[in-house]
């Protein structure tokens, strides 16, 4: 089934065959997505309208309904828990997402605004978004491309990825490594429980960083001309650099030590595991 749909009231569209359906939105319209199994992609185009494809399964109804700048995607079921589905969708590049799923893994590629995506049992992989970005799945990986904002991320059970973002960052994870490159911050916040933690990035002067983990090793990328005071503890584990550091002693379990003119923070702890710094470029030549 295809149509059109350009009223702003609210409307329910329920549907039990193939939906391929196109819903013409105004600016700050948010869009809204919640799907039990299954997967959630959006895809960002340039028209102002939003393409909904899916195949529910016989018996299950796809729900949209437009009211008060928010466009909702549902679907439902008159039998009970709705069967697994895949949502196609084309939306804005403006338009902001929040997007929610149980048994989901959830796509998003292209936004240029605020996204929010949650699932208990799948991956969220995102490339794009502006603004304020919260990715977080129980039992899945997440990984974040090419966004800009205040960044949010919490998984529990899998490894945490981003790479060329920009501005505040906060990660977490139980069981899982975080990897971070091509992050240009001053304020940089991460810890796992168990797993390692690589950070390859901008140190800004009077900027903040704390990388931690229990069982885990650390590494860190120190460009060039840093200006910052460094914070070692391990109980149990190592400390090397690749430069010298001007400690007065590298034995002890927990010391500090200045680089340059010592502006930033960055503090590094970890309990079972090795602590690393490393020069600009030695951490992929090491991965290699």
């Known amino acids: 089934m295809a149509g059109m749909i350009t009223a702003l009231t609210a409307l329910t569209m329920g549907l039990g065959q193939q939906t391929d359906t196109l819903i013409a939105v105004q600016q700050g319209t948010r869009l809204d997505v919640s799907n039990f199994g299954g997967k959630i992609v959006v895809k960002?185009?340039?028209q102002n309208a939003v393409r909904v494809h899916a195949q529910p399964s016989s018996g299950d109804v796809i729900e949209v309904a437009l009211a008060s700048s928010v466009l909702s995607v549902k679907t439902t079921s008159p039998r009970g828990m709705p069967?697994?589905?895949e949502y196609i969708i084309m939306a804005p590049a403006w338009m902001a997402l929040n997007l929610t799923g149980v048994h989901s893994d959830i796509d998003v590629d292209g936004s240029q605004a605020a996204v929010r995506a949650e699932t208990v049992k799948g991956a969220v992989n995102c490339r794009g978004?502006?603004?304020y970005i919260s990715l977080k799945s129980v039992e899945g990986a997440i990984a974040l491309h090419d966004a800009k904002g205040r960044v949010e991320v919490n998984s529990v059970s899998d490894d945490i990825s981003l790479i060329d973002v920009s501005g505040d960052v906060s990660a977490a994870t139980v069981s899982g490594d975080i990897e971070l490159e091509g992050?240009?911050?001053s304020r940089v916040d991460v810890s796992t429980v168990s797993g390692d933690v690589a950070y390859a990035g901008t140190i800004a002067d009077g900027g903040h960083y704390r990388l931690a983990t229990h069982n885990g090793d650390l590494k860190v990328s120190v460009p060039?001309?840093?200006n910052a005071t460094i914070?070692?503890?391990t109980f149990n584990g190592e400390f090397d650099s690749s430069f010298p550091v001007g400690a007065a002693d590298t034995g002890t379990h927990r010391f500090s030590f200045t680089v340059g003119s010592g502006s930033a923070g960055i503090e590094l702890e970890t309990f079972n595991g090795d602590i690393a710094l490393r020069r600009p470029g030695e951490m992929k030549d090491e991965a290699h």
């Open 224 to 226: 060039e001309k840093t």
């Open 231 to 233: 914070s070692v503890s």
């Open 129 to 131: 978004g502006t603004g």
């Open 183 to 185: 992050i240009q911050s």
């Open 44 to 46: 960002a185009w340039s």
């Open 83 to 85: 069967h697994d589905v």
